[in-house]
């Protein structure tokens, strides 16, 4: 009992503390979380479309077989008396049997004229079997391919027989003549309808299934066995495509009922509407109709085809319920073959449906074939009886008063029924029975608005709704409604058409071939309206001039160019995406669009979207422009000028924030190099020869000229489970322990303080190149050759190259792509890769064929490597090994350095020693055709010098980034429903709920401990040995989860379980390293930005949970780096560097969640403001000094930056100044490297700096003195300062970590570990406060990660 009562206790105490957490998280924003992050930048899987009728028919030629014999009954069916008499309305005892037959067939020949007026009629009355031969193969031959309607009438003939026989007479009618319905079958011939009115009919459709079986077999043996006799015989005609409806089964009679005519079945498919009327006056209810009678009926005012008399609008609500009940009980295919694909079967079918309800009721079961499951009890049909009886009500006052007549309202209710469907449903269920309604109610004005309507709102469901739109049949109906000219219909349409296109973009045919795309362009060209419907047009628009020829052209006529030019500075940003994508698919390999743009000056318009602040519209800029210089007609030398403009004005973009524009770019600039091909493969030739010649003292790069082919079969290194993009560590320990033991070995690299430049490095990274993965040798140009040509390339003599001139736009091309394909972010990359690589192998494939074909040499795969053992310790310590295909599992074999004496046959190829930014060929499968089975695996190593058509083709094939069909999406999504993060009842906000109240509970909590104030902060929570040396630390905010990080990989530990949470390679290239780390929507969905000395910066979700890390986004922070000193030991060194003032910060950042905005700096003389929900630079505030900057710290609230230098000196700059007075204060009294600038969050905050020597200085922002100074501890290599508690913390070089108050006092020394050797503390390689805890993490040369807190009574 007692626990039930704490139970119910506790949700009041969460409540209680609900009402006074504060909330402000929810107005936080949230960091990289659009579509483009959580998505896969691809198109949809295109839906096989099946509503299109592939086979439309017509039935052309209709066979009326009425055998009557009028005056005597059949000898095998004993009538009743009275007994039903008329025949087609006749009764034919009224007139003379001659006279009786030929009205009764001109009868049948008018109800049948009614649903197909077009068709060929032949009637044959009491025929003899030769005249319905004569009748059949003529229709036959007639209507060639196209449908045959065979109506049989058996009302004065015997029952068909068991043996599939039907009756006729003979000449002079004393005989009845059977004949057989395989003949029958033979002389019609396929496709046909067969419509049998007589009792036992069932026995035709059972032996007429069985003859056709029998012609299948037939069939089949004549083609297995050519000299059978059947083969010999013409061939029968399969009969797959007949359909026959009965009236009644095999074993059963016609009711012979005196009210009912005696053609029941014939009455039901021809006059549906008459017989139900009599029907239903005959029911009981009828009755409830006063007045009504069955001559009443007969003067029912209006015809059947006129919608506003009551006639014409029973027909059309009879129409519109057989029709949904057929919808909704078939099957789609069957209902599509049956109900869509030929006018006069749809009616008959439709009919049908109401043969089998009126004639069950006198015990009659009609059957068809293909057969249908019953539909006499559908619930449609009471809505049909309330139209009849409403209807019928009228009749009276109508005919005697003359009285107006009230529509029935039917299709009014009707759409509310599917207007509740759609705003009450959920959404997995069956779909609305009023969708065919919907259909027939399109055809009335009066309702018209109101079903477009509802019908673009159930388009907005999704895919499948469009697609079972379509099914229905809707096309036709909203293809004519592009006829009118009724402004109110227009918003509807838009979207509709849309919504359609975005599903099935075939359509782009039926709409240009009825002009349809006029419509569109006079919606796109109309100002008044909203913007959303102009960008529906537009996508409109660019489906119709997607890669359709006849589209670009119509297009282009109706001045396309011109109104989408007009609407690039629109406010509206899907609308300026989309008229870019339009632009960018109208001139797309179509010459003339072109022109017109130059002529509109298109290409210099669109430059102003390059820098648009939303990135998928910067992206659509580049691809409309990429399309623009990627025509491949003749050039003359103006249109050589615009595309060298145009890649000029792409090249900009090089470092954008968002990786999708810089895949844009890559695939608009390959473009351009596949126009000019040939220049770039002079270009490729010289930076090639020019990275031969880099000097370089390693014996290791000698380069055979000519041996541009990879070497294959390296040895194996140790391989590590690979991440999305780049290569995972979490069950690698294994290997990943291995390598730093190996390279704990290495100590020339690793030990002492050697920096070493990037020449050095070159050295070493090449030596060890060997190593790659066995996927890389696809690539001519590795990776690292491509770096380094990138790094020569900025500092070397290439302007005294002859032929291209050293500004050339091909060579400054050229380096962009070098760039591009050393981004952080794979996928960039790769296809800048790719670009490079396909113009190298031309560029050697046509320079020095014989070169390549004749190295015979390496035909052996011998271990090319080099013979110093060292590297390859080297290598196998550095980073983590790149990714590859074949061998993700995990060997732990030791490489083995070559035997002495083996020298290699030529220089060790290029891989990538990227860790896995490698080519990412894992990612992407490449034909091998492409640059291999060269002369290390085959002799005639003629065969792989493609064709250059052939080659081209590859890299042009390949390229496209998917975006415009992933913006597509868009519109085929549900626009109008709530997204789930603003639904207050969806998971996803209340896990939000969930983690905000967590937050305000954290932050409450530790608030309580700070106030009390902390007096010792050494009790050792958490110990722990990382896999790499701990070089930057952070806290998570909220979760108990702490990310270290070594050179270039992560590790994340649970410190509350004391369990490692997840370990993973950053992916930095090896002479780089991880110098900082931010959480992003540390509130809500974490995300980890990394950040390298290279000025690149990552993004990562999914890390520290059971999935694989993702790469969220990459982009190049600062793009001009240049590091003085990466030496791996840098910690060690660090003492001994700042107090010489030299050495490198590496990149610090500073990041403002409440603002989205990103403060990047370090070996660069300016602050670089990045916007992340731009993804883009905003702001780049120069320094004003020679040093790098140390440190960064931010306050939102006053827009100021504090920044600490390596002079020592501690610089707070004002961001809403302009670039050379927002420095607003200097303050230079410390001597050396500044370790901290922190500046404090509150109003009147102080900045706080430390510079390596120890002293702490409190500055007031307004006076240029400090206002206090503390020594501490000399020797500093790292510090931080706690947010809350007024702490702070120094690790120094000589092993012990002291924690002072802001007095100055220390409150805690730290020199050795807890525990049972109480090992001494390392060299402290850096220190981190938690946010809000009291909780300090330390990290030490010697590995070892440890969390130290406040005394366990406090906590």
């Given at each position: ?842 560029a050697t494939m046509n320079a020095r064929p014989q070169r390549i074909l004749d190295s015979g040499s390496l ?265 003085t000193t990466r030496g791996l030991a840098r910690r060690v060194s660090i003492y001994l560097d700042r107090s ?216």
């Amino acid at each position: 009992m007692k626990m039930d009562s704490e139970l119910l206790l506790s949700p009041a105490i969460f409540l209680a503390e609900e009402e006074e957490a504060d909330m402000s998280d929810w107005n936080l924003p949230l960091a990289f979380m659009k579509k483009r992050h959580s998505e896969k930048i691809e198109g949809s899987k295109a839906l096989a479309q099946s509503w299109r009728m592939k086979d439309r028919m017509k039935t052309v030629s209709v066979a009326l077989v009425l055998c009557l014999n009028v005056g005597v009954d059949p000898p095998d069916v004993v009538k009743t008396s009275p007994c039903a008499r008329l025949e087609c309305w006749i009764d034919p005892l009224s007139m003379s049997p001659q006279k009786a037959l030929e009205t009764i067939g001109a009868n049948l020949q008018k109800q049948y004229e009614n649903w197909q007026p077009r068709a060929r009629y032949k009637q044959s009355l009491d025929p003899t079997v030769d005249e319905v031969k004569k009748l059949c193969t003529s229709l036959r031959r007639n209507a060639k391919e196209e449908r045959v309607l065979f109506h049989y009438n058996g009302h004065g003939v015997p029952r068909p027989t068991v043996n599939g026989e039907i009756w006729v007479f003979n000449k002079n009618y004393t005989q009845y003549i059977p004949l057989s319905v395989y003949d029958l079958q033979t002389w019609m011939g396929s496709p046909s309808i067969f419509v049998y009115d007589c009792s036992n009919a069932g026995i035709i459709v059972k032996s007429f299934k069985q003859f056709a079986l029998q012609r299948e077999q037939e069939l089949e043996v004549a083609a297995i066995n050519p000299n059978h006799p059947l083969a010999q015989m013409p061939l029968p005609p399969s009969m797959k495509n007949c359909i026959q409806l009965a009236a009644c089964e095999a074993s059963e009679l016609l009711p012979m009922n005196p009210d009912l005519p005696a053609d029941l079945f014939t009455s039901c498919l021809t006059t549906p509407i008459k017989i139900a009327l009599r029907w239903f006056c005959m029911q009981k209810s009828a009755k409830l109709v006063p007045g009504v009678t069955l001559d009443l009926i007969e003067k029912i005012p209006g015809r059947l085809n006129d919608r506003r008399t009551p006639l014409g609008e029973l027909n059309w609500i009879f129409t519109a319920i057989t029709d949904t009940i057929a919808w909704n009980v078939l099957p789609r295919d069957l209902f599509q073959k049956l109900f869509r694909q030929d006018l006069l079967v749809a009616s008959l079918f439709r009919n049908f449906l109401l043969a089998e309800r009126i004639m069950r009721s006198y015990n009659c079961t009609p059957v068809s074939s293909p057969r249908l499951p019953p539909t006499y009890m559908h619930a449609m049909w009471q809505a049909w009886d309330l139209a009849v009886d409403i209807c019928l009500s009228q009749l009276p006052t109508i005919i005697e008063e003359g009285t107006a007549f009230r529509h029935s309202p039917f299709f009014a209710e009707q759409l509310t029924a599917f207007q509740v469907w759609l705003t009450m449903g959920v959404e997995n269920r069956n779909p609305p029975e009023q969708l065919p309604i919907v259909l027939q109610v399109l055809l009335s004005q009066v309702h018209r608005l109101r079903a477009l309507d509802l019908l673009g709102r159930f388009l907005d469901l999704g895919p499948w709704a469009v697609s079972l739109a379509l099914s229905v049949g809707i096309f036709p109906y909203v293809l004519k409604l592009l006829q009118s000219s009724a402004r109110e219909l227009r918003p509807l349409l838009v979207f509709i058409w849309a919504k359609i296109l975005a599903v099935d973009s075939s359509c782009q045919a039926d709409l240009v071939k009825d002009n349809g795309h006029k419509y569109f362009l006079s919606v796109l060209a109309d100002p008044y309206m909203p913007a959303e419907h102009r960008t529906m047009a537009v996508f409109i628009l660019a489906v119709i001039v997607n890669s359709y020829t006849t589209g670009q052209e119509a297009c282009l006529q109706g001045n396309l160019i011109a109104i989408c030019l007009e609407q690039l500075s629109d406010p509206h940003p899907l609308l300026r995406q989309w008229v870019a994508v339009c632009l960018g698919r109208i001139w797309q390999n179509f010459d003339s669009a072109r022109w017109c743009g130059v002529r509109d000056s298109a290409h210099e318009k669109l430059y102003s979207l390059l820098s648009d602040p939303i990135p998928e519209v910067r992206c659509a800029a580049v691809f409309a422009l990429g399309t623009f210089v990627g025509n491949s007609a003749e050039r003359t030398d103006h249109s050589t000028t615009i595309d060298h403009n145009v890649a000029m004005m792409l090249a900009q973009l090089i470092n954008d924030g968002s990786p999708v524009v810089r895949k844009e770019l890559v695939v608009a600039l390959s473009h351009l190099v596949v126009q000019y091909e040939s220049n770039f493969c002079t270009v490729a030739l010289q930076f090639m020869e020019e990275e031969k010649n880099y000097a370089v003292p390693s014996t290791a790069n000698t380069l055979e000229p000519g041996n541009l082919t990879p070497v294959r079969d390296s040895p194996a290194i140790p391989r590590l489970r690979s991440v999305n993009s780049y290569t995972n560590i979490r069950a690698a320990t294994t290997a990943r322990n291995l390598n730093k033991s190996l390279q704990n070995l290495n100590l020339n690299e690793e030990g002492g303080p050697v920096a070493f430049s990037p020449g050095n490095l070159s050295t070493s990274s090449s030596a060890s190149s060997t190593l790659g993965s066995p996927d890389n040798d696809e690539y001519i140009l590795s990776f690292e050759t491509i770096d380094k040509m990138r790094r020569v390339s900025s500092y070397s003599s290439l302007n005294s190259l002859i032929g291209v001139s050293f500004n050339s736009v091909y060579t400054q091309i050229w380096r962009v792509l070098l760039h591009l394909a050393a981004d952080p972010f794979p996928e960039v990359s790769d296809l800048a890769m790719k670009v490079l690589n396909s113009i190298a192998y031309k560029a050697t494939m046509n320079a020095r064929p014989q070169r390549i074909l004749d190295s015979g040499s390496l035909t052996q795969s011998a271990p090319a490597s080099p013979t110093s053992k060292g590297a390859h310790i080297h290598q196998a310590g550095g980073s983590p090994p790149m990714p590859s295909a074949s061998s993700s599992s995990l060997t732990n074999e030791v490489p083995k350095p070559p035997t002495r004496g083996e020298q290699p046959p030529t220089r060790p190829p290029y891989t990538p020693t990227l860790g896995g930014q490698a080519p990412h060929s894992h990612q992407f499968p490449r034909t091998r055709k492409m640059f291999d089975k060269g002369p290390s695996g085959s002799e005639q190593a003629g065969d792989d010098a493609d064709d250059p058509g052939g080659h081209k083709a590859y890299m042009n094939a390949n390229l496209s980034t998917g975006l415009c069909d992933w913006s597509a999406k868009y519109f085929a999504q549900p626009v109008m429903k709530i997204p789930e993060e603003h639904d207050v009842e969806s998971q996803v906000r209340k896990e939000r709920e969930w983690r905000f109240l967590r937050n305000a509970r954290i932050r409450k909590q530790s608030q309580r401990i700070t106030q009390r104030g902390v007096t010792r902060l050494d009790d050792q929570i958490f110990i722990n040995r990382n896999p790499g040396v701990p070089s930057v630390v952070k806290f998570h905010p909220f979760n108990p989860c702490i990310a270290v990080a070594d050179k270039d990989s992560i590790c994340f530990w649970d410190w509350e379980k004391a369990e490692r949470l997840d370990y993973f390679y950053n992916g930095n290239p090896r002479y780089t390293r991880i110098t900082a780390m931010e959480y992003l929507n540390g509130h809500d969905y974490s995300l980890l930005l990394t950040a390298t000395d290279d000025g690149a910066l990552r993004i990562w979700k999914n890390f520290a949970d059971q999935r694989n890390p993702e790469m969220v986004t990459a982009w190049q922070g600062l793009s001009d780096m240049l590091p003085t000193t990466r030496g791996l030991a840098r910690r060690v060194s660090i003492y001994l560097d700042r107090s010489k003032g030299q050495g490198g910060a590496g990149m610090v950042v500073d990041w403002e969640q409440e603002t989205g905005l990103l403060m990047t700096s370090g070996d660069v003389r300016v602050i670089r403001i990045w916007d992340t929900e731009r993804e883009m630079k905003v702001q780049d505030i120069p320094t004003g000094a020679d040093s790098c900057v140390t440190s960064l710290s931010c306050d939102s609230q006053r827009s100021l930056i504090a920044a600490g230098l390596g002079d020592g000196s501690v610089r707070l700059y004002d961001r809403r100044m302009g670039a050379n007075e927002c420095r607003v204060m200097t303050y230079r009294e410390h001597s050396s490297w500044v370790v901290k600038a922190h500046l404090q969050k509150q109003t009147d905050g102080k900045v706080i700096s430390v510079s390596v020597d120890g002293d702490v200085r409190f500055f007031e922002l307004r006076s240029p003195d400090s206002v206090n100074v503390l020594q501490t501890v000399k020797g500093l290599t790292a510090l931080d300062i706690h947010p809350q508690a007024n702490l702070f913390a120094c690790g120094s070089m000589n092993q012990f970590i002291a924690v002072y108050n802001s007095n100055g006092d220390v409150i805690s020394n730290i020199k050795y570990y807890d525990g049972f050797m109480g090992q001494r503390i390392g060299a402290i390689s850096c220190l981190a406060f938690h946010p809000y805890w009291p909780h300090l993490a330390v990290g030490s040369n010697d590995y070892y990660m440890s969390i130290y807190s406040a005394e366990k009574r406090l906590r």
